[in-house]
């Protein structure tokens, strides 16, 4: 059983940072290309950022360039994403996901076989 647990989530203020966690057990999670999604209130799920198996290569949605960064770290079973200049239009429940694959940057949701739960991010104006 994959299990993934997102933490780090929080209320701040804008131009503020958090650092989001998602720990995973339960396969190699070296072998995992990992990604973050995020949903606002009435919206669509989102795409954020992935990272492939080693960490080498990210994509990262055009509104978040520059101010997010996703990383990994394969000893822990970890992914990251830091979020720096933190805006009220980041405000969304945030969903870290994994697939297995060696190879290569996935961006739909579709393409992910295990999800976490969510955490919860507030940014206030």
């Known amino acids: 059983q994959v299990q993934l647990v997102e933490s780090g989530g929080g209320l701040v203020q804008a131009g503020g940072s958090l650092r989001l966690s998602c720990s995973t057990s339960g396969r190699t999670f070296g072998n995992s290309a990992m990604a973050w999604f995020r949903r606002a209130p009435g919206k669509e799920r989102e795409f954020v950022a992935a990272?492939?198996?080693?960490?080498?290569?990210?994509y990262y949605v055009d509104s978040v360039k520059a101010r997010f960064t996703i990383s990994r770290d394969n000893a822990k079973n970890t992914a990251y994403l830091q979020m720096n200049s933190l805006k009220p239009e980041d405000t969304a429940v945030y969903y870290c996901?994994?697939?297995?694959?060696?190879?290569?940057?996935?961006?739909?949701?579709?393409?992910?076989?295990?999800w976490g739960q969510g955490t919860q991010v507030t940014v206030s104006a």
């Open positions: 990272i492939n198996w080693s960490g080498i290569s990210a």
């Open positions: 996901a994994a697939k297995s694959a060696l190879f290569g940057l996935y961006t739909t949701a579709r393409e992910y076989d295990y």
